[in-house]
């Protein structure tokens, strides 16, 4: 592999996500090297796993920028051109983006959210999902699009609901699922396997890497 994308990967805190894709990343085949992990939050958990990896941190306290997000992200922007940044994966990043952010990324963002989209968009998923009943449940990795919880699929994860599921522990087993189908997703990006055609991400029809990106774990 000559040419591995540089990958900032954003968080806000406890970073699970983050970890799973700087271990994928520690693998010289793997498509993408993680040179940066940007936090919002000063103190958040996962910044001090990246720095231990040996592996550029910065913080961008969202409270200095009070009513303008814009200015947020235009700090996070000069950030991320300091570290040379190619793409940006969202790992629990909790903060609403602007037009300005999503444009300055425009198919070069990816964020993973724990419901299998475009059903339960926003907080609360896994509660919202016991609540309706439903039998599976899981996790999305997509493209950022100003919309939140929106834009083109890359991979989903299906996990079964169980009658005796919690919030928590289907919470922890969709976790287990999004920590694999995360770095499968970036390495999709990453290695320009993944395209979008007409709001859908496809492969080329002989590269049946997307399709391994996709799973059900069985019950
Ligand atoms: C994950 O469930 C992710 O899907 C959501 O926020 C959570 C972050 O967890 N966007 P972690 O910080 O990666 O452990």
Redesign the pocket.
Known sequence: MTTRKRVAVL??????????LIEAARSEDYPAEIVLVLSNNPD???LSFARQEGIAVAAVNHRDYKGDREGFERAVQVVLEEHDVELVA?????RLLTPYLVGEWKDRMI????ALLPSFKGLG?HERALEEGVKLHG?TVHYVVPEMDDGPIICQGAVPVLDTDTPDTL?AR??SV??QI?PRALALVASGKARIKAHKVSTPADDADLGECSLIVPR
Do not use: D
């Open positions: 968080i806000s805190g406890r970073g699970s996500n983050m970890k799973s958040a958990e996962g969202l790992a629990g990043f909790m964020n993973i959210h724990p998923t996790a919470a969709v976790l999004e920590h995360y």
